[in-house]
């Protein structure tokens, strides 16, 4: 299926009849909603011309977070995956840089609403391991140096903004985000040039509907999520 590259908003990880995995921009917003405020720019109207048909979006990710986002071109191929979802069938990996040091690997275990004009609780868990960790010489409290650690994130469940509330949760604050971060923390990375929330979905992986074939996509980071694995010596390759 050809894509124009006058058109093209997002990077194409696959493309077939049925659906497509593109690799989301930080900063875009994916469709009309009450987070919109007034906006009428959205990426799903631009990735309809980008494709030249119907899209369906599958899943989400927050307007500040980049990477892995599938898209069905049919309302079968749609339903198929959502199917796939909703049975915890789909693999999502995400890079999230953090303040502190948490232990090699964790389950943060912890209900959240639905988010605004949603206030039932329901079950949400996410998984993590620590890829790496980082110190900056700016003083944290009784401390000389800030603490940062890579993880690598893998919600089970799909709730709204998960990982960023979870991290808030566990004291280890996602840098970058403005809405559940720690604002000095936060402060540090701008000063620093990083002007980004640091949270990549970098890994999706599900069975296609069609072939029964397992898609595997990766999403490589951007420049301004390199500038903060380059603060630390961290491997770009890291996953």
């Known amino acids: 299926m050809p894509v124009s590259a006058s058109a093209a908003v997002a990077d194409v990880l696959h493309v077939d009849q049925h659906l ?3 690799d989301k921009p930080a900063g875009a917003l994916l469709h009309d909603s009450s987070l919109a405020r007034g906006e009428n720019e959205f990426l799903i ?3 309809r011309v980008q494709f030249g048909r119907p899209v ?4 989400r990710l927050d307007r500040a ?3 892995c986002l599938l898209l069905a071109f049919d309302h079968d191929t749609a339903g198929a995956l959502g199917r796939e979802f909703m049975a915890r069938q789909v693999q999502k990996h995400y890079l999230a840089v953090c303040r502190g040091w948490p232990g090699p690997e964790g389950v943060i275990d912890h209900p959240l609403d639905g988010g605004p004009g949603k206030p039932a609780k329901k079950p949400a868990l996410t998984r993590y391991v620590r890829l790496a960790t980082g110190e900056l010489p700016e003083p944290s409290g009784e401390f ?3 603490r940062y650690a890579l993880l690598r994130c893998e919600p089970e469940t799909g ?21 559940h971060g720690d604002g000095r ?3 540090i990375f701008r000063m620093l040039g990083v002007h980004r929330m640091l949270l ?4 999706l992986s599900f069975l296609h509907p069609a072939s029964g074939e397992r898609i595997e996509t990766v999403a490589p980071l951007d420049a301004r999520f390199r500038k903060a694995f380059a603060l630390f010596g961290w491997e770009e390759d890291l996953r």
Not at 56 to 59: A, D, N, S, V
Not at 159 to 179: E, P, V, W
Request: aromatic share 4%.
């Open 65 to 67: 977070t980049s990477g």
């Open 144 to 146: 000389a140096t800030s």
């Open 56 to 59: 369906f979006l599958i899943h």
């Open 159 to 179: 709730r709204f903004r998960q990982i960023r509330r979870h991290l808030k949760h566990a004291s280890h604050h996602l840098i970058g985000d403005t809405s």
């Open 20 to 22: 497509a995995v593109i």
């Open 45 to 47: 109207d631009a990735l």
């Open 200 to 203: 990549h979905a970098v890994r």
């Open 185 to 187: 923390h936060n402060r």
